[in-house]
């Protein structure tokens, strides 16, 4: 499984982005995730969606302005950004991981296996 992330940039504060993640391999069976890395802390969970629907999850203090969503003919996925604001800057990761009976697992960094290689977003005030 590869993945690869792009689609960010330099933005002002109110401003949207939105970061495709282009997925080759098996990944049908896969959850894919989103997370960000800012400047000296850890990796933090934004979102996560399962192929073919269902439940999406959101970090919390993404909830309301983040939308992932996912295109199964494209093996891509996508975050639309909306809102942005300066806390927001961080490296963005997708990643792949094995499905679970339990949604809290897709939280937790640990339970993905496979990651990109992060496409950077910075938001200006």
């Known amino acids: 499984v590869q993945l690869q992330a792009f689609g960010g940039g330099l933005v002002q504060a109110g401003d949207f982005l939105r970061l495709s993640c282009a997925a080759s391999g098996r990944t049908s069976s896969y959850v894919m995730g989103w997370f960000r890395q800012g400047p000296g802390t850890e990796r933090e969970f934004v979102a996560a969606i399962k192929w073919g629907g269902g439940r999406i999850y959101y970090g919390n203090s993404v909830k309301g302005r983040f939308t992932m969503s996912s295109d199964n003919a494209k093996n891509t996925v996508y975050l639309q950004m909306d809102s942005l604001n300066p806390e927001d800057t961080a490296i963005y990761y997708c990643?792949?991981?094995?499905?679970?009976?339990?949604?809290?697992?897709?939280?937790?960094?640990?339970?993905?296996?496979?990651w990109g290689q992060g496409t950077q977003v910075t938001v200006s005030s």
């Open positions: 990643a792949a991981g094995q499905r679970s009976d339990s949604g809290a697992d897709y939280y937790s960094v640990p339970s993905y296996d496979y």
